[in-house]
């Protein structure tokens, strides 16, 4: 990681640029954008990190990825013989940093593959931070600047959105040994605690309600799902002026237990509550 007075002295740098664009012309300011992207590709630098239990946004490094956007042209880049015009370059060096991706997959420069991420045919977008033996299975995307822990699976087709402004806003997240089911879509913020389980197609957002259905009476959480839930999807009744109308939720319908061998209690979970993945 970066020496504390280098973060320090990189944070005032970024907060001042963003403030006025005009600093980019000074080349000490634009070395610092470059840098600060450079090290959220080595892992150096993240965009979000948990301390005493609570998930904490660095505004400055989402700061700096919008100015490296303003700094950087269009380009065009020749890729196995396709063709593409884009502002970021892709991520190089994945076999000396053991991760394997599969093609079409894609990640950009200013994402952080640790060692042991698959990428199937999928995208990581700039900022975003994958730890160690995760799978992005095909077609699943990952937005700027989520958060995926170890051992996490992401099925095909999921959605994980991205954040970039405004800058403060938290990203997904999706903590250690989570598996997020086929065609699930989790934006704005929202967080899957270690080791939770999302049925195919449940889609959370900010405002979703995710309704605990074990007890004796539903209890109404959103924006996160606890540790080691078992979730799928649901409706739950609204009133509208024209009427009441059945709207889109999340159910909680059980716990994954805990266990040392992390596969037989995913499979024990999935056999016990029958979710689709």
């Not at 269009?74 to 991520?91: A, R, S, T, Y």
């Not at 598996?179 to 967080?191: D, K």
């Not at 994954?256 to 992390?262: F, G, I, L």
């Not at 596969?263 to 056999?271: D, F, G, I, M, W």
Request: net charge neutral.
């Amino acid at each position: 990681m970066l020496r504390e007075m280098d973060t320090s002295s990189l944070k005032n740098r970024i907060e001042a640029a963003f403030r006025d664009r005009s600093l980019l012309n000074d080349r000490s300011f634009r070395d610092a954008v470059e840098e600060v992207v450079a090290a959220l590709d080595r892992g150096a630098l993240r965009v979000a990190e948990k301390r005493e239990g609570v998930w904490h946004t660095h505004t400055w490094i989402q700061q700096a990825i919008l100015l490296y956007f303003a700094l950087r042209p269009m380009e065009p880049m020749v890729l196995g013989g396709l063709e593409f015009c884009d502002k970021i370059p892709v991520k190089r060096g994945l076999q000396q940093a053991g991760v394997r991706v599969v093609p079409p997959g894609v990640a950009r420069y200013g994402s952080y593959l640790a060692p042991g991420t698959i990428l199937m045919p999928g995208y990581v977008n700039i900022g975003a931070r994958i730890e160690e033996g995760t799978m992005v299975d095909t077609w699943a995307t990952v937005g700027s600047c989520a958060q995926v822990g170890r051992g996490v699976h992401l099925s095909g087709g999921v959605g994980l959105g991205g954040v970039l402004e405004p800058p403060s806003s938290r990203p997904v997240i999706i903590e250690d040994g989570a598996f997020v089911g086929s065609r699930c879509v989790v934006v704005e913020g929202v967080v899957v605690e270690t080791e939770a389980v999302l049925g195919a197609g449940v889609v959370l957002t900010a405002s979703t309600p995710i309704i605990d259905v074990t007890g004796r009476e539903p209890r109404v959480i959103r924006g996160r799902v606890p540790a080691r839930s078992v979730v799928i999807p649901g409706t739950t009744r609204r009133t509208f002026p024209a009427g009441d109308y059945e709207v889109p939720c999340a159910l909680i319908i059980g716990q994954r237990t805990p266990s040392t061998d992390q596969k037989t209690s995913l499979n024990e979970a999935l056999r016990t509550f029958q979710v689709p993945v």
